[in-house]
């Protein structure tokens, strides 16, 4: 069955470091994978989109990575602060379809 | 403008009871979602709404859950009967998608913390 990983235990790291998550999925072939930011009690906020033909997407401190080939993509976050802080969850669609399969996200930890 | 909102914030209930949750998307977004999530688990697809087509309600987990928009806008999430098992917090986004576009970002609401009793 399809199948979307993050790593489920909480990623500390320092300030200034930066931060790699990890997005694994399997028996899936996404045409589109999104990036969402979610705080406690809030909703998720759209971070970044990155289509299968694209290897790399960067925006400010954030890059993400898009690999079909080990069906994984990485979310690096450069200089990382403390209000850098929160659950991210990596989202998969397939093309011409408007749903998006979520994993259950990564907390990260930014430590002053 | 504002964002999406939804009402009640928090809703406690005992189990049986019907209990409906409201959505106000973004004006003008065609395209409406509801998801659910529970402690440790990803968002999970209830509904989709796109204009005056007919809504996709492949995700809803059982009958005991309905949904409707009123006049392309506002949405009602019903639960009738309520189990402990829907307790959830319930996840409404809005998207501008004119159709099949799976670029369209997504506008989360703040969730509707659901405790069943």
């Known amino acids: 069955s399809q199948k979307i990983e993050q790593n489920s235990e909480a990623l500390n790291i320092q300030e200034g470091k930066t931060a790699t998550l990890t997005c694994n999925y399997t028996n899936y072939s996404p045409a589109y994978l999104q990036w969402y930011r979610q705080d406690p009690g809030r909703g998720p906020v759209f971070l970044l989109l990155i289509r299968e033909n694209e290897k790399e997407k960067r925006k400010e401190r954030l890059k993400v990575t898009f690999d079909t080939t080990l069906k994984q993509s990485l979310f690096h976050i450069t200089a990382s602060q403390p209000a850098d802080s929160a659950t991210y969850l990596c989202a998969l669609s397939t093309s011409g379809t408007y749903k998006y399969i979520f994993g259950t996200g990564t907390r990260l930890k930014v430590l002053a | 403008g504002a964002g999406v909102s939804q009402s009640p914030s928090n809703k406690v209930t005992e189990k049986g009871k019907d209990v409906e949750l409201r959505c106000d998307p973004i004006?003008?977004?065609?395209?409406l979602y509801w998801y659910r999530q529970s402690l440790g688990q990803g968002l999970e697809f209830l509904i989709y709404?796109?204009?005056?087509?007919?809504?996709?309600k492949s995700g809803l987990p059982s009958d005991r859950f309905s949904a409707e928009r009123t006049g392309g806008s506002v949405s009602t999430l019903t639960i009738q009967r309520t189990q402990q098992e829907d307790s959830a917090v319930y996840l409404c986004?809005?998207?501008?998608?004119?159709?099949?576009?799976?670029?369209?970002?997504?506008?989360f609401g703040p969730g509707t913390r659901l405790t069943v009793l």
């Open positions: 004006s003008g977004h065609t395209a």
């Open positions: 709404f796109q204009g005056n087509s007919a809504p996709d």
């Open positions: 986004a809005s998207s501008q998608s004119p159709g099949l576009a799976s670029t369209d970002t997504q506008y």
